[in-house]
């Protein structure tokens, strides 16, 4: 087994690396249990409900443009905030982490007087805490390229959730297009889920996809433009 120090976790949202900032990051997922108990039962019975999750993060005040402040202040009633958060780090394919759809519930900063001005935020996931895997740890491509596969073991049934994070983007007229692809044989393969065409940093999106999921999944990249340099982080979890 292998443990890894906190200070390894990686944190992104809404196209941004927000890991430099933060001290702290928890996840809280649950899910309903409600009294199914009927006459004759000799003890109580429940069935299964919806699933919740929240998250919520500790971290330093740095008010600069892009930074935390202008950055957790915008979020603040989104709709739809997307992060990605690696417990351990984010630095090869496969690596362990959680995907949030998310509302920003609160967003708070504090200065006492003896330390350093921090912030604190919370939001509500609407999708659960969706398990993934990275399968393009954050960093940069300039050309069109693919990642390296994961091997599931077998196919899986329920569909699932991918997750792109574009952290820095540049060149003239650059595009990036990201695909998650799946194969039965590590060697054809089909895509499976399309994000939306980026052309600027700061983007994140997610997607889902329902049905079946072969053994073998992938992310691939198309890039175009004069110059073009992309910073993404790619990940994707099985339902």
Not at 15 to 22: K, N, R
Not at 73 to 87: K, M, N, Q, R, V
Not at 91 to 119: K, L, R
Not at 215 to 224: E, G, N
Request: aromatic letters at 10%.
């Amino acid at each position: 087994m292998a443990f890894k120090h906190g200070s390894k976790a990686k944190v992104y949202a809404n196209g941004y690396d927000l890991s430099g900032f933060l001290k702290q990051f928890s996840v809280s997922a649950k899910a309903d249990a409600h009294e199914a108990s009927t006459f004759g039962d000799t003890a109580k019975d429940y069935i299964a409900g919806l699933k919740d999750a929240t998250l919520s993060a500790e971290g330093v005040y740095d008010g600069a443009t892009g930074a935390i402040d202008a950055i957790l202040e915008a979020a603040l009633g989104d709709d739809s905030s997307i992060w990605t958060y690696f417990p351990q780090g984010e630095s090869a394919v496969g690596d362990d982490g959680y995907g949030f759809d998310a509302v920003t519930t609160g967003y708070e900063v504090s200065t006492p007087v003896n330390d350093v001005a921090v912030i604190s935020t919370e939001a509500q996931g609407k999708t659960g805490a969706e398990r993934v895997d990275s399968l393009h740890p954050l960093g940069a491509e300039t050309v069109t390229g693919n990642g390296t596969s994961l091997d599931n073991t077998a196919s899986s049934t329920n569909g699932g959730a991918a997750y792109l994070q574009v952290t820095a983007a540049s060149g003239t007229t650059p595009s990036l297009t990201v695909k998650i692809q799946h194969s039965t044989d590590n060697s054809t393969w089909v895509d499976l889920i399309t994000f939306t065409a980026v052309t600027a940093a700061n983007q994140a999106e997610r997607k889902a996809v329902t049905g079946n999921v072969n053994r073998y999944i992938r992310a691939t990249w198309t890039i175009s433009g004069t110059g073009p340099n992309f910073t993404f982080s790619v990940a994707f979890g099985r339902k």
